[in-house]
């Protein structure tokens, strides 16, 4: 006969199986059938019998921040140096800035050498009557309806104003020397205001403002008045002219940097900055941070762009709020932004330590973080669920539950090298020479004029290590200054390795004595390398040096330290320190934009090195031919001379030009990396 199975309710309800793993991206992984074995009653009789059970699918793990209208940004370094766009020349500063304000011109997206227009309402080209055919022209639209944070309308009188200040607030320490050279023209001096006055420097008006306010009035009012022709606003036809002392090609892409950023002329006068008054411009130059940040010109920023600065704690946060009045009602590019920002909370968090925030951003309280060194990838890869490149293109990793989304292969603009100082400065007392004489306790004040000094501090840079233990592989030695890809970079330039033996005989080969007659070799020495506190890959480097350098003689002591980053710039600035090891990124992608930083007169670094006069001259000569000449073969050879100079100088140790990678959480949305912005443009951005 057929059996029958007879059971009771409370012992056929199968419980269901839930699996807690996803594959990639969020994807549920396949339900497992369970075998599970039950008792059962068949006639009467208990009977064991085995029971397929099919679970529920497992749900995708979704990646939601607990408030997508807030973003965390974790940073290490004490943040900007200032707010105002005139003088800052520091990332930290320009990703606060670039989001502050518009500029007439910005990037399209991740592209260098393509522009789409901000508060120009058109690029101007020679075809539509924009662009002069001789190239010394520019003519641009302004756009109307557009509003300061304050409420007050954005002219072009405000966009001629902003390039003018720009201009004669100069200073070799701010970023004006590349409005300069196209509107002024390159006259061979520091591409400071002062050049008009002072062409040959003999006046040493640079950074002089007492100086400065002795000189002729008229010929102070004739520089301003100068300026101005070069930039007129014609507010009733909508329009600003620019006037070039001289074709520059890369003129179109200069005013998309923060230096470009447009600011409101009655705002910025009546916060104690010039007024646009001829007659007293000399008293608003060569302002420093300090000074600026003493008001709100430094530090309470009035932009058009879609964030508006609600509070700015130095050295610990910025919040950043959106601007729910801002102008840009159509994308700038296909696909971009438009209206209010999405997020409209920005936290900008300074964090050195990098245990802290990897911890937050493993606890999901940080959307993004800035890495202080390659060497913090491995960790961070073990929270990385997925790999992107930067078209968007992702995959999953192996770790592909976990939270966080890296984008990888990203081609750097900057470079992080070690400066020589041929003098510092020992007014008031030095500490980072020690001593201040050869007797084993410090260093001389000139320490690194002696060539064979730094050529031995060349050869005992391990740069092997360096790229492997630190960049992670992901680099190359550098042989010039200038960038892969640009005229002049030529791999076949002569390079220092780490060779011990070598810099044990440069060192031996110093000319330095000691007061009793004794070499350099046989006195020994001690000083201190700074680095800015936070960025572990400066650190290491800086170590490296200790380390080799001790090696080939137990008497060379180097002392390692850390500063926050607005000591360790005021230092720079102040010419203080003997060696240091810093970062350079481009601001326009061009050779000029390296060459002139690290060795032009009145460069950015060169300044603070203090280059020989006799050096600085044999460089401009190159920098000056190289910058005019239209021909890309002869540029390239002209540079070739440039890149051999330097080398047999070496003013600074050139370290590896490498690739970059950042970290954030899945459910950022929108980003992409572009290598000229100051960091991240949070109206891009958004959050699930």
Same mark, same amino acid.
């Given at each position: 006969?057929?059996?029958?199975?007879?059971?009771?309710?409370?012992?056929?309800?199968?419980?269901?199986?839930?699996?807690?793993?996803?594959?990639?991206? $969020?994807?549920?992984?396949?339900?497992?059938?369970?075998?599970?074995?039950?008792?059962?009653?068949?006639?009467?009789?208990?009977?064991?019998?085995?029971?397929?059970?099919? &679970?529920?699918? /497992? !749900?995708?793990?979704?990646?939601?921040?607990?408030?997508?209208?807030?973003?965390?940004?974790?940073?290490?370094? +004490?943040?900007?140096?200032? *707010?105002?766009?005139?003088?800052?020349?520091?990332?930290?500063?320009?990703?606060?800035?670039?989001?502050?304000?518009?500029?007439?011109?910005?990037?399209?997206?991740?592209?260098?050498?393509?522009?789409?227009?901000?508060?120009?309402?058109?690029? %101007?080209?020679?075809?539509?009557?924009?662009?002069?055919?001789?190239?010394?022209?520019?003519?641009?639209?302004?756009?109307? $309806?557009?509003?300061?944070?304050?409420?007050?309308?954005?002219?072009?009188?405000?966009?001629?104003?902003?390039?003018?200040?720009?201009? =004669? !607030?100069?200073?070799?320490?701010?970023?004006?020397?590349?409005?300069?050279?196209?509107?002024?023209?390159? =006259?061979? +001096?520091?591409?400071?205001?002062?050049?008009? *006055?002072?062409?040959?420097?003999?006046?040493?008006?640079?950074?002089?403002?007492?100086?400065?306010?002795?000189?002729?009035?008229?010929?102070?009012?004739?520089?301003?008045?100068?300026?101005?022709?070069?930039?007129?606003?014609?507010?009733?036809?909508?329009?600003?002219?620019?006037?070039?002392?001289?074709?520059?090609?890369?003129?179109?892409?200069? =005013? /998309?940097?923060?230096?470009?950023?447009?600011?409101?002329?009655?705002?910025?006068?009546?916060?104690?900055?010039?007024?646009?008054?001829?007659?007293?411009?000399?008293n608003f130059y060569g302002v420093t941070s300090e000074e600026l940040n003493k008001g709100k010109l430094g530090t309470a920023p009035n932009g058009t762009g879609p964030y508006m600065l609600e509070t700015?704690?130095?050295?610990?946060?910025?919040?950043?709020?959106?601007?729910?009045?801002?102008?840009?009602?159509? &994308?700038?590019?296909?696909?971009?932004?438009?209206?209010?920002?999405? *997020?409209?909370?920005?936290?900008?968090?300074?964090?050195?330590?990098?245990?802290?925030?990897?911890?937050?951003?493993?606890?999901?309280?940080?959307?993004?973080?800035?890495? +202080?060194?390659?060497?913090?990838?491995?960790? =961070?890869?073990?929270?990385?669920?997925?790999?992107?490149?930067?078209?968007?293109?992702?995959?999953?990793?192996?770790?592909?539950?976990?939270?966080?989304?890296?984008?990888?292969?990203?081609?750097?603009?900057?470079?992080?090298?070690?400066?020589?100082?041929?003098?510092v400065d020992t007014s008031g007392g030095n500490n980072f020479i020690g001593s201040g004489k050869l007797d084993g306790n410090g260093i001389p004040s000139n320490f690194f004029s002696d060539a064979h000094?730094?050529?031995?501090?060349?050869?005992?840079?391990?740069?092997?290590?360096?790229?492997?233990?630190?960049?992670?592989?992901?680099?190359?030695?550098?042989?010039?200054?200038?960038?892969?890809?640009?005229?002049?970079?030529?791999?076949?330039?002569?390079?220092?390795?780490?060779? %011990?033996?070598?810099?044990?005989?440069?060192?031996k080969a110093s000319t330095w004595t000691s007061a009793d007659g004794k070499s350099l070799w046989d006195t020994g020495f001690r000083m201190t390398l700074a680095f800015n506190t936070g960025n572990t890959?400066?650190?290491?480097?800086?170590?490296?040096?200790?380390?080799?350098?001790?090696?080939?003689?137990?008497?060379?002591?180097?002392?390692?330290?850390?500063?926050?980053?607005?000591?360790?710039?005021?230092? !720079?600035?102040?010419?203080?320190? %003997?060696?240091?090891?810093?970062?350079?990124?481009?601001?326009?992608?061009?050779?000029?934009?390296? *060459?002139?930083?690290?060795?032009?007169? +009145?460069?950015?670094?060169?300044?603070? !090195?203090?280059?020989?006069?006799?050096?600085?001259?044999?460089? /401009?000569?190159?920098?000056?031919?190289?910058?005019?000449?239209?021909?890309?073969?002869?540029?390239?050879?002209?540079?070739?001379?440039?890149?051999?100079?330097?080398?047999?100088?070496? %003013?600074?140790?050139?370290?590896?030009?490498?690739?970059?990678?950042?970290?954030?959480?899945?459910?950022?949305?929108?980003?992409?990396?572009? &290598?000229?912005?100051?960091?991240?443009?949070?109206?891009?951005?958004?959050?699930?």
């Amino acid at each position: 006969m057929r059996t029958k199975l007879f059971t009771t309710v409370s012992l056929i309800v199968l419980v269901s199986m839930v699996l807690s793993a996803c594959g990639a991206q $969020g994807t549920p992984a396949a339900a497992t059938p369970q075998i599970i074995e039950k008792t059962v009653m068949v006639e009467g009789t208990p009977q064991t019998v085995v029971v397929t059970a099919t &679970p529920e699918a /497992a !749900q995708p793990v979704e990646f939601k921040s607990k408030d997508p209208t807030t973003f965390v940004m974790l940073e290490w370094g +004490g943040g900007p140096d200032t *707010l105002d766009p005139a003088y800052d020349y520091e990332t930290a500063g320009s990703e606060v800035i670039q989001n502050v304000f518009d500029t007439l011109v910005f990037y399209k997206r991740e592209k260098v050498n393509e522009l789409v227009p901000m508060l120009a309402t058109e690029l %101007p080209t020679v075809d539509n009557g924009g662009i002069s055919a001789d190239g010394k022209t520019y003519t641009f639209k302004i756009r109307q $309806g557009v509003k300061f944070h304050d409420g007050a309308d954005m002219t072009p009188s405000d966009v001629a104003f902003t390039m003018q200040r720009g201009l =004669l !607030q100069g200073g070799t320490s701010s970023p004006q020397w590349l409005m300069f050279e196209p509107l002024m023209g390159s =006259l061979g +001096g520091n591409n400071d205001i002062t050049d008009l *006055l002072d062409p040959d420097g003999s006046k040493g008006l640079a950074d002089n403002r007492e100086g400065l306010q002795q000189e002729d009035p008229a010929a102070l009012k004739e520089v301003c008045e100068k300026v101005k022709a070069a930039v007129v606003a014609d507010d009733a036809a909508g329009t600003v002219v620019f006037n070039l002392a001289q074709s520059w090609g890369p003129f179109l892409v200069t =005013l /998309a940097g923060s230096w470009a950023a447009v600011v409101d002329q009655e705002w910025i006068a009546a916060n104690g900055g010039w007024d646009g008054n001829c007659d007293t411009w000399q008293n608003f130059y060569g302002v420093t941070s300090e000074e600026l940040n003493k008001g709100k010109l430094g530090t309470a920023p009035n932009g058009t762009g879609p964030y508006m600065l609600e509070t700015w704690t130095p050295s610990q946060e910025i919040v950043l709020k959106a601007n729910e009045n801002y102008w840009a009602t159509e &994308p700038i590019w296909e696909g971009g932004p438009s209206g209010a920002p999405v *997020l409209k909370t920005v936290i900008i968090k300074q964090i050195d330590e990098t245990s802290t925030r990897f911890a937050a951003m493993k606890a999901g309280d940080g959307d993004f973080i800035s890495h +202080g060194s390659p060497a913090d990838w491995p960790q =961070l890869d073990t929270l990385t669920g997925v790999s992107c490149e930067n078209d968007g293109t992702c995959t999953a990793t192996e770790t592909a539950e976990q939270p966080l989304q890296k984008f990888v292969n990203l081609v750097s603009a900057a470079r992080t090298d070690a400066f020589f100082a041929f003098d510092v400065d020992t007014s008031g007392g030095n500490n980072f020479i020690g001593s201040g004489k050869l007797d084993g306790n410090g260093i001389p004040s000139n320490f690194f004029s002696d060539a064979h000094v730094r050529k031995a501090f060349a050869y005992c840079f391990d740069w092997e290590t360096y790229i492997a233990d630190v960049l992670q592989g992901q680099a190359k030695q550098a042989p010039n200054v200038m960038k892969p890809g640009e005229p002049g970079y030529d791999e076949n330039t002569p390079m220092y390795t780490y060779d %011990p033996a070598k810099c044990e005989e440069e060192f031996k080969a110093s000319t330095w004595t000691s007061a009793d007659g004794k070499s350099l070799w046989d006195t020994g020495f001690r000083m201190t390398l700074a680095f800015n506190t936070g960025n572990t890959a400066r650190q290491t480097i800086a170590q490296i040096f200790q380390t080799n350098i001790s090696a080939v003689n137990p008497n060379f002591v180097i002392e390692v330290t850390g500063l926050p980053w607005a000591a360790f710039l005021a230092a !720079q600035r102040a010419k203080k320190l %003997p060696f240091f090891v810093v970062g350079w990124q481009e601001d326009i992608p061009d050779p000029h934009n390296w *060459l002139f930083p690290y060795a032009g007169k +009145g460069g950015s670094y060169s300044g603070r !090195q203090n280059l020989p006069p006799e050096m600085l001259d044999q460089f /401009a000569a190159i920098i000056d031919a190289g910058v005019h000449e239209p021909d890309p073969a002869k540029r390239t050879a002209i540079y070739q001379e440039f890149n051999q100079l330097y080398y047999d100088n070496v %003013p600074t140790i050139l370290l590896a030009n490498g690739f970059l990678q950042y970290y954030m959480q899945r459910w950022v949305k929108g980003y992409y990396f572009n &290598p000229l912005y100051g960091f991240l443009y949070y109206y891009a951005l958004s959050k699930e």
